[in-house]
C-alpha cells in the first residue's frame, strides 16, 4: 500500500518570496516516482515536477526544486521568487511500478501575498 | 497538445437520478482513470481501466460503476444519485509502458446533487 500525507493545510508567502511545502510518503515499492501537481483556480491539474526515485540527484525546473530525501521518505517542493500565478492547490502524488496508479495528499493551498 | 475533455463542467442532477460523466482524451492512452476530489481529503481513486471494455475498482468505488467501450473514452455512471456524490470529478490518462508518462487530467466536473 501507498499512502501521502501533506501536513500543511494552507501556506502563504509574499510575492518574490521563497516557500517550501512539505510532503512526506509511505510505500513498500522499491521503483517509483512522485510528483507535484497545481491545481489554480480554472481546475486545470498541472505537472510542476517530477522526481525518480532512482535518481539521486534532486530534480529542478525553473524556479521550483525538490529536496528529495529517499531514506526519511520526504519530498518537499520549495518556489522561489514567489508570483501570483503560483497561488494554487499543490499535491504530491506517488506512483508506484507495481500499483501502477497515483495516491495522492491532501493537498497544500498555497496563496501569493502581493 | 494532449487533451482529455470532461463533458461537463458544471451539472446539477436531483437524488435518484441515473448520471453519466463523459471523458475522452486523444493520446492512445492505455490507462484512464476517474477521481473524486473533496476539500482536505485530496483525490480519491474510484474506478480505473487499462484496456478497453477492462475495469478496476479504485479505493471508493461504491455507488459508481463505469464503462470504457471504446481506447479514447471512459464514462462514470452514478447509478442512483445521492447528495453525499456531489463533488469535484476528474478524469485522467496515461500510458504505462515504455516508460512511465505522467497522468494528464481533465479539467473537471463539479456535481451538484440536490
Known amino acids: 500500500a501507498q499512502t501521502v500525507t501533506q501536513s500543511q493545510p494552507e501556506m502563504s508567502v509574499q510575492e518574490a518570496e521563497t516557500v517550501t511545502l512539505s510532503c512526506t510518503y509511505d510505500?513498500?515499492?522499491?521503483?517509483?516516482?512522485l510528483f507535484w501537481y497545481k491545481q489554480p483556480p480554472s481546475r486545470q491539474m498541472i505537472l510542476v515536477i517530477r522526481?525518480?526515485?532512482?535518481?539521486?540527484q534532486n530534480a529542478t525546473e525553473n524556479r521550483f526544486s525538490v529536496n528529495f530525501q529517499k531514506a526519511a521518505k520526504s519530498f518537499s517542493l520549495k518556489i522561489s521568487d514567489s508570483q501570483l500565478g503560483d497561488a494554487a492547490m499543490y499535491f504530491c502524488?506517488?506512483?508506484?511500478?507495481?500499483?501502477?496508479?497515483?495516491?495522492f495528499g491532501q493537498g497544500t493551498r498555497l496563496t501569493i501575498n502581493p | 497538445d494532449v487533451k482529455v475533455t470532461q463533458s461537463s463542467r458544471y451539472l446539477v442532477k436531483r437524488t435518484g437520478e441515473k448520471v453519466f460523466l463523459e471523458c475522452v482524451q486523444d493520446?492512445?492512452?492505455?490507462?484512464m482513470f476517474w477521481y473524486r476530489q473533496d476539500p482536505g481529503l485530496g483525490l480519491r481513486l474510484i474506478y480505473f481501466?487499462?484496456?478497453?471494455?477492462?475495469?478496476e475498482k479504485g479505493d471508493i468505488p461504491e455507488g459508481y460503476s463505469v464503462s470504457r467501450e471504446k481506447k479514447e473514452r471512459f464514462s462514470l455512471i452514478l447509478e442512483s444519485a445521492s447528495t453525499n456524490q456531489t463533488s469535484m470529478y476528474l478524469c485522467?490518462?496515461?500510458?504505462?509502458?515504455?516508460?512511465?508518462?505522467?497522468?494528464?487530467f481533465g479539467d473537471g466536473t463539479r456535481l451538484s446533487i440536490l
Open positions: 485522467a490518462s496515461d500510458r504505462p509502458r515504455g516508460g512511465y508518462q505522467p497522468q494528464h
Open positions: 522526481q525518480e526515485a532512482y535518481k539521486q
Open positions: 481501466s487499462y484496456d478497453v471494455k477492462m475495469k
Open positions: 510505500t513498500s515499492e522499491s521503483d517509483y516516482y
Open positions: 502524488p506517488i506512483y508506484g511500478e507495481g500499483a501502477q496508479k497515483l495516491v
Open positions: 493520446m492512445d492512452h492505455e490507462n
